[in-house]
């Protein structure tokens, strides 16, 4: 397997990372979490998945292999994320973060993604002041998420502009 350095974090992560998106729902979720450790086995390092994947059960089944993991838990990273849209207050930004860490059986997200960043207003929605980063920064000094990355489908001037501003 490949690892590179994930950006300025330090972390080195698997080129090849798992997605939680796709999994066969009729299958049973144990026989999905399989899917994860086969992965593991295999050296993928990266883990990604999101609430609503999966008619809200991927973060499910990802917390069955995580719980399995366990013992590997500081080789592996795991990803999950929040629309600016959905938990657009600090109050559902902690909720979202609570309940993904309770349904991943982990003590701490890896790379929380504020996510599906398609147009300007939304990211000026994530970062106003009661806003989803401002809780995120919060769990993060609590050592809930350990970073806070963006997912966008903007342009790259305006990609551009959002990174200058060193809050990813």
Known sequence: ????????????????????????????KEENAR??????????????TAPGYCK???????????????????????T???MPTEFDTAAKARQAVEKSLKRLKV????????WCIRRMDQYELAMRPGGQYEELRR?????LIDQIVI??????EK?????????F
């Open 80 to 82: 999950t994320k929040g």
């Open 151 to 156: 997912s966008s489908h903007l342009r790259g």
């Open 139 to 143: 769990c993060q000094e609590e050592g």
């Open 35 to 48: 899917l994860l450790l086969y992965a593991y086995e295999k050296g993928i390092t990266y883990f990604d």
């Open 56 to 78: 809200d059960q991927s973060e499910d089944i990802f917390g069955l292999a995580l719980e399995q993991l366990r013992s590997e838990r500081d080789k592996l990273y795991v």
């Open 159 to 167: 990609i551009s502009a959002i990174l200058r501003k060193g809050e």
């Open 1 to 28: 397997m490949i690892y590179k350095r994930y950006g300025k974090t330090g972390k080195r992560v698997s080129a090849v990372g798992f997605g939680g998106m796709r999994f066969d729902l009729g299958r049973g």
């Open 107 to 114: 003590e701490k997200i890896d790379f929380y993604h504020v």
